[in-house]
């Protein structure tokens, strides 16, 4: 059945009340009946168009959702509790010779070692290692190599990783090159005999270019024993698995998606190979950038709606960058599930759809996209993404500005671009909050 925000796209009265507990059969109403306050109603063809443009992605994996319910309980462990516990103990009865598994709480937690099983599983994984932060997991990752080694980093990145690669990583002794991963001949010409590490993003942030992460591992991996790292907290296993094409590991922000309720710092890894597993397990005691067991419960308990959430970001945010696409004071929508994104088709080859982070860039400079930012009632203007509210932000002076000034422009990260995260909110809301801004923005 339509949901109320599709009848307001297709033109239908804007009237809540017909809705509660009524079972009265919607239909489109003619495209002449529009008395909304969204003044740039898309015509019934065009948002049937959308529907079909969600379609010929991959379909998410089946099974997923049971996944993402059920794993990591193990109720015959714990009395018969559906829930595991929030195990707080530290320290851990042994003997000289034995022990559980569980020594110490750096080491090994049992309430972390829940959401590291449930977390392997939805990405297809043998191993999930957890952080104390997403930063936290990319250290310990790049860990990994020693000094006089060398990582390939795509250009357009999350800020922080960016600044850690930048003045961290690289003063360690490590060769950090950047590079525009979109071509894998750029890409192929980066590699050096000492490069040990590609990290890519993709989509990146916050200029939304999907990079093909099957011909990267190819490419990569006719070079030698390269080790290809995706973060991957833009979309989830839920719509895209990296290790499915050919990623060593799946990295993560819990703190975004994953979580999804705006209240928890935490990042992950997520490996195929055994090895590799163990040697993260290693770092993550040996450098101790940890999670609590609260926080990782929490999480836990987020995954379950994982599939729920991200159908719900993943269709309103594709509403949402129709709208402004029609909108005349929108220049562009930088949006992969967009059928005129530059590389739509490699998105419906590796993703089930794209979520509800995506960037537009207007016809107006600083001014305006400060108007706009600063006269949101829905939205909040607000770092961050992923979590059930919309946030909206402006990369050039507030994630990325500690990105150099010459690469912000050479990607495009300009005063007109301006970054939303779709939350769970009404469609409608958020389409009218968006239209208020631009009147206010554009008088
Ligand atoms: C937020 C974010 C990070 C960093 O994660 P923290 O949990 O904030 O340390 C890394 N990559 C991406 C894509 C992010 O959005």
């Known amino acids: 059945m339509l949901s109320s925000s599709w009848n307001m796209l297709l033109g239908r009265k804007h009237d809540r009340s017909g809705f509660c507990g009524s079972k009265e059969i919607i239909k489109p109403c003619e495209a002449s009946d529009v008395s909304c306050h969204v003044s740039y109603t898309l015509k019934k063809e065009e948002v ?88 936290a997991a990319t ?29 961290i990583i690289g003063r360690l002794g490590v060769e950090v ?17 000492n490069t040990k590490m590609v990290w890519i993003e993709t989509p990146t942030n916050p200029i939304l270019r999907v990079l093909d992460i099957a011909d990267i591992s190819k490419v990569i991996k006719s070079f030698g024993d390269i080790l290809l790292v995706v973060d991957n907290t833009f979309l989830t296993p839920y719509l895209q698995r990296p290790l499915d094409f050919g990623a060593d590991i799946a990295m993560y922000s819990m703190s975004k998606y994953m979580n999804g309720h ?8 997520v490996v195929k190979d055994e090895e590799l597993g163990k040697k993260l397990h290693f770092l993550q005691k040996a450098m101790g950038a940890v999670p609590s067991p609260i926080d990782c419960y929490l999480v836990s308990r987020s995954l379950k709606t994982l599939p729920l959430r991200m159908e719900q970001h993943k269709k309103s945010s594709m509403v949402i960058a129709q709208w402004l696409q029609k909108h005349p004071k929108v220049t562009e929508v930088l949006h992969p599930g967009l059928p005129n994104h530059p590389q739509h ?27 706009i930012l600063h006269a949101f009632k829905v939205f909040t203007l607000a770092e961050s993404l992923g979590g059930f509210e919309s946030l909206a932000q402006l990369p050039a002076l507030m994630t990325h500005a500690s990105v150099p000034e010459e690469q912000r422009l050479k990607l495009g990260i300009s005063d007109e671009l301006i970054r939303i995260s779709i939350g769970l909110e009404d469609i409608d809301d958020l389409l009218e909050d968006l239209e208020q801004a631009f009147n206010v923005a554009f008088p």
Request: proline share 3%; glycine share 10%.
């Open 139 to 167: 250290t310990t990752i790049a860990s990994l190599v020693s000094k006089g080694d060398h990582i390939i980093s795509s250009d357009d990145l999350y800020g922080g990783t960016s600044r850690l690669f930048r003045d």
């Open 177 to 193: 090159s950047f590079a525009d991963c979109t071509s894998s001949e750029n890409l192929a010409k980066a590699i050096q005999k």
């Open 262 to 269: 705006s209240d928890i710092v935490m990042g992950a890894a």
């Open 345 to 371: 088709e490699i998105c419906k080859r590796q993703t089930s759809g794209h979520s509800g982070v995506f960037s537009f860039k207007h016809c107006g400079g600083i001014k305006e996209s400060e108007a």
């Open 48 to 135: 049937l168009n959308s529907v079909m443009a969600d379609q010929g992605f991959l379909k998410p994996k089946r099974g997923f959702a049971t996944t993402a319910v059920h794993s990591g309980k193990d109720p015959e462990k714990w009395s018969g509790a559906v829930v595991p516990p929030i195990v707080t103990s530290t320290v851990y009865k042994r003997t000289v010779h034995n022990h559980t598994g569980y020594v110490y709480g750096r080491s090994a937690n049992p309430t972390r070692s829940a959401l590291e099983d449930c977390l392997a599983k939805l990405d297809g994984g043998t191993d999930a290692i957890t952080f104390a932060s997403g930063l």
